[in-house]
């Protein structure tokens, strides 16, 4: 399985960003999608996920009003489209699959993307 993520870059507060994530190497069946970001000195924590088989989505708190995460199963990519950035949304975001039913980040992520830097400038 490969992902690859990309759309990150330097933003001011309050703006915005759309990432994507395509994902290829792996067989028809369940899968979903999580975001995940890792601050400088803070531990990796999940941002978003969707599920492949009927979209179901799940937010952090802290995102939850300010990013929607998106779909596109032909083209296996998600999108997380980020609005009214904060500073505090400053970090490298991660996309990573899995294979097992559940909601939210409770569960396996077997597959990770290389990272994508998002800045948020004050």
């Known amino acids: 399985v490969q992902l690859q993520a990309s759309g990150g870059g330097l933003v001011q507060v309050g703006g915005s960003l759309r990432l994507s994530c395509a994902a290829s190497?792996?067989?028809?069946?369940?899968?979903?999608i999580g975001w995940f970001r890792q601050a400088p000195g803070k531990e990796r924590e999940g941002v978003s996920c969707i599920s492949s088989s009927d979209g179901t989505t799940y937010y952090a708190d802290s995102v939850k009003g300010r990013f929607t995460i998106s779909g596109d199963n032909a083209k296996k990519t998600v999108y997380l489209q980020m609005n009214n950035l904060k500073p505090e949304d400053t970090a490298v975001y991660y996309c990573a699959l899995t294979r097992f039913y559940g909601l939210g980040f409770n569960r396996h992520f077997g597959s990770w993307g290389q990272g994508t830097l998002v800045t948020v400038s004050s």
């Open positions: 190497g792996f067989t028809l069946g369940y899968y979903a």
